[in-house]
């Protein structure tokens, strides 16, 4: 990592006002503007707008071809929709696409179309028509321009410099000119040095968690407090006149204070609709402060965090007026790190991809505009694939300097941290609370009273943090980390340490200044020869993957008796070996920088660090190597799977394949009380398979009670549950139930009019049925929206709630947490049940386990996880009481098998075989009408 040699000095953030007027424009406008004719919508033409021109003045219409004829040489071009490249690439004035600019400067809006950017930034303008929307693209662009004239000096500065190559050319004039204004109407004593980024990001004032132990006796929270603000004419009662009582919710908050009063654990099933997290969220809020003790709410995703802390807690001090503190806290990697930032913009010609300039350039403007550094609210990391830019911008425990960093005072982590350790209530992830099970934390305050929503997720997110993984993408990481020594250029750690070691910042001895460069260059031979011994060594990893082409493969001792393990086994030897090399070399430069710092005030504190961090990060990643390929821990599934991230490679990959006893161990028998809340922790409203899988069962008896408060929704009236006969079974040629499935589905959201949402258990599947859907609806104003396309889940779950004529297909995330209210979703299909992959390395070794103790891993692991499924599904149709709709199950195996009675008692509606399509459909469209 880079010593940055910027000067921060605080800049507080900017708070612009949003401009609609195009007058004050210093130079002329043009405005092109995408039009498509409304007789021939497959043939575009252009309107050019002069911005400049008089009252009145109409836009001219011209072809793609005469387009070039009209820009002009001076001033500024700015276009909105597709034009050709001979346009953007016009060598006259900057030609600036208005989405493009709105990216940088709106960063945490994921909407550039005219319509939200007009009512972001109050543009208003009368008419339709080409000239009207020429002139709305003018005063957008206008308001955009004075948004980046009051950015911060530096971050001008920065945007400018990091907005390289063809495609940013024009974004790159606009903000030359922007800085060229700036230091010529700066005062001399106000203006920046513009070789050097200023801190925009205020110090965090926040003062040093100073928490009161908590009492040896804690008070019982009484039940009538709870009464006050959730019973009939409670506080919230008198507070919405449209308030309905639920009789579940006060009953799910009675049984909460209980457990906490008497410091025991309760699972509590509480239906949609019930109002879960104000059950939990009340007795938490009073309890935390009755005790002068923190209460962690975990959950499994994201959105739900965010809603507990941006809506339900808000929403609960409004109307109670209780004086509570509360934080929200993610994993580190979340946020920002101010100094990899500066690493990123000192090498961003090595570091960044294409289009990743305009994306760094919008985080500069982020920067300026956040309170939290959580990377979240860029809605430019929602594109496919920015997991890669995510990760070279979020704070990472082997990277961070702690206390001798140069940002530390100013650090976005630090900050949510200090937040969450002084909090009253803490919203957490399962991630975060099972890390503090294995050190202590530094995110999470010390506390007894835990509440885990989302709880039927546990045993997957438990699987999926103690798991392994060793893959090429991890050590390129590191490798990227050290850097390289290059002829033209020196890049990471090695590069920044090399720089300072010749300018004297390291030592003044020269002597040992040639041995500290000696030892840079043998750790640059030793990366140089772990990088070309990682192709070797994953590609023979590949090999062990089947020969048909499969993605994923079990690794169990006897595979070591194959001719592709001793292939394994020989490039692992020559990877270890090389990684041993750098360890070493690592340690030795440690060793030299402590001497130097010995006696001193630790000048090179930080630089150790980073070396310690590298020699950590390396070694962990050889020891893991080490374990994978041995294949002989107890407890433990070993798999290799296709690397997605690179072609012909693979992954490693381990994982516990029971998860219950690490849990009862250092998390149940830890906490005075922990409270597991879902819409779905029964199977045939019994408990018992997630106690199982959770290590419930083995709590001490009376500590663990259950508790089902139901839901308020009356399903017989609001829904219906259809299952079509006439499609083949899932279990016949893929090929046909396919393309039965697509026929069907093209049919039904005809009639539906959209509406509808898809679920699906394999991407493959859902490519194919949506390719069909879209041929078949081809004719109709019905849009088809599919994930993993290109929108994130959070855009495509808006766009489908404000698009009523649309519909969703998706797969595993959709089962769970889409909430849409509203005709929007009127249908619901799951198109198969949802059994979980048999040849799935993990879900193999825990029916095993289950098979020689004696149990049936149908029953006992397969068939109750598929129920718990399907419950998920069926429960995104009905959100609120006036919801209306039907599921439909296209897996008629729920009416034929044996099993399928599982299902059918899991949902509060009896399942109606409908044999005939036609009248089927003529049904689905009758009951959407209410007859």
């Given amino acids: 990592m880079t ?53 009145g003045h109409e836009a001219t219409l011209c072809s793609s071809g005469a387009l070039r004829q009209a820009l002009p040489t001076s001033g500024v071009c700015v276009y909105y929709g597709t034009v050709p490249d001979d346009v953007i690439d016009w060598y006259g004035c900057p030609v600036i696409g208005l989405d493009d600019l709105a990216m940088i400067l709106l960063p945490q809006n994921p909407r550039t179309d005219l319509v939200a950017l007009a009512e972001l930034l109050n543009v208003k303008v009368k008419g339709t028509g080409p000239t009207a929307t020429c002139e709305r693209i003018a005063r957008l662009f206008t308001a955009l321009r004075r948004r980046a004239e009051a950015l911060p000096l530096p971050v001008i500065y920065e945007v400018a410099t990091v907005l390289q190559g063809r495609r940013c050319q024009s974004l790159k004039r606009l903000f030359d000119q922007l800085l060229l204004q700036r230091e010529l109407s700066a005062k001399t004593g106000d203006r920046h040095d513009a070789c050097s980024l200023s801190e925009v990001v205020p110090p965090d004032q926040s003062p040093a968690c100073s928490r009161p132990p908590t009492p040896d006796v804690l008070q019982p929270l009484p039940m009538e407090a709870v009464d006050d603000l959730l019973g009939l004419g409670g506080m919230f009662a008198q507070a919405f006149p449209m308030y309905e009582f639920r009789e579940g919710q006060l009953q799910m908050a009675h049984g909460v204070v209980d457990a906490f009063n008497s410091a025991s654990h309760l699972m509590v099933e509480a239906g949609t609709g019930t109002g879960k997290s104000l059950a939990y969220l009340v007795p938490a809020v009073q309890w935390a402060l009755l005790n002068k003790t923190p209460v962690v709410i975990s959950t499994n995703t994201k959105n739900l965090q965010s809603q507990l802390f941006e809506k339900d807690l808000p929403l609960i001090r409004s109307v109670t007026g209780l004086d509570f503190k509360a934080a929200l806290i993610k994993g580190r990697s979340n946020y920002l790190c101010l100094r990899k930032l500066v690493y990123l913009l000192d090498h961003a010609s090595f570091e960044l991809r294409i289009g990743q300039h305009e994306l760094t350039a919008s985080v500069l403007v982020w920067i300026t505009q956040t309170q939290t550094g959580d990377l979240s609210e860029l809605s430019g990391l929602d594109a496919r694939g920015s997991a890669h830019y995510a990760s070279l911008l979020g704070s990472s425990a082997e990277e961070c300097a702690g206390r001798n960093c140069p940002h530390y005072r100013h650090c976005f982590l630090r900050r949510a941290r200090s ?15 099972f890390a503090e099970m294995q050190e202590k934390s530094q995110a999470i305050p010390p506390h007894g009273y835990l509440v885990l929503d989302e709880a039927h997720n546990l045993e997957e997110a438990a699987t999926r943090h103690f798991s392994i993984e060793v893959s090429s993408a991890r050590l390129r990481f590191l490798l990227r980390r050290v850097g390289r020594v290059r002829t033209k250029a020196r890049t990471g750690l090695l590069g920044s340490f090399l720089h300072q070691l010749a300018n004297r910042g390291i030592c003044p001895d020269p002597a040992v200044c040639s041995v500290l460069e000696e030892l840079c260059q043998k750790l640059n031979r030793a990366s140089e020869t772990i990088e070309q011994a990682l192709e070797p060594f994953f590609g023979a990893c590949a090999g062990l993957l089947p020969a048909s082409g499969g993605g994923m493969r079990r690794l169990q001792p006897d595979i070591k008796e194959g001719a592709e393990w001793g292939k394994v086994h020989e490039c692992e030897q020559v990877l270890r070996q090389k990684i041993a090399v750098a360890v070493e070399t690592l340690g030795s430069l440690i060793e030299r920088l402590e001497d130097i710092d010995a006696g001193t005030l630790g000048f090179n504190a930080a630089f150790i660090n980073d070396f310690d961090a590298m020699r950590s990060g390396f070694t962990e990643q050889r020891d ?10 107890p407890g433990m599934v070993f798999w290799v799977e296709a690397d997605d991230r690179s072609m012909h490679t693979a992954r490693l990959m381990a994982a516990p394949i029971d998860v219950g006893d690490r849990l009862h161990a250092s998390l149940y028998l830890q906490k005075s009380s922990i409270i597991f809340t879902s819409a779905t922790l029964s199977v045939r409203d019994r408990y018992e398979f997630l106690m199982k899988r959770l290590g419930l069962d083995r709590i001490e008896h009376g500590r663990l009670h259950t508790l089902n408060v139901g839901s308020p929704f009356d399903y017989a009236r609001q829904s219906v549950l259809m299952v079509p006969m006439f499609l083949p079974e899932p279990t016949a040629s893929d090929q046909a139930y396919d393309a039965a499935l697509g026929a069907f589905l093209a049919k039904l959201f005809r009639r539906t009019r959209g509406r509808g949402l898809s679920l699906f258990t394999s991407y493959t599947m859902l490519q194919k049925t949506t390719a069909a859907v879209r041929e078949l609806l081809h004719d109709c104003p019905i849009s088809v929206l599919a994930q993993g396309e290109s929108a994130s889940r959070e855009d495509l779950t808006e766009q489908f709630r404000t698009d009523v004529s649309s519909v969703l297909m998706g797969t595993h995330s959709f089962w769970e947490g889409v909430d849409v209210v509203g005709e929007s979703l009127s249908c619901v299909v799951l198109a198969r049940l949802p059994f979980a992959v048999f040849t799935d390395p993990v879900v193999a070794a825990r029916c095993e386990a289950l098979e020689a103790a004696g149990q049936s891993a149908f029953s006992g692991f397969s068939l109750p996880n598929a129920v718990i499924r399907f419950r998920q599904g069926f429960g995104r149709l009905i959100r609120h009481r006036k919801d209306r709709g039907i599921v439909i ?21 009896p399942a109606v075989k409908c044999f005939d399509e036609d009248a089927m459909l003529d049904a689905v469209e009758a009951f959407l009408a209410g007859e």
């Fill in 3 to 55: 010593h940055c040699h910027r000067a921060w000095p605080m800049i507080l953030p900017s708070h612009c006002a949003a401009y609609g007027e195009v007058d004050g424009m210093r130079e002329p406008l043009l405005v092109i503007a995408e039009i498509q004719a409304a007789d021939r919508p497959e043939v575009a033409s252009f309107a050019v707008w002069d911005a400049a021109g008089k009252a």
């Fill in 889 to 909: 199950v296209a897996d008629r195996r729920m009416m034929t098998q044996r099993y399928g009675h599982w299902f059918r008692s899991s949902v509060p509606v």
């Fill in 624 to 633: 893991d190597i080490a374990f994978m390929l041995d294949l002989d821990a």
């Fill in 419 to 433: 937040k969450s350790m002084a909090a009253d209530i803490v919203v957490a992830n399962h991630a975060l609370v």
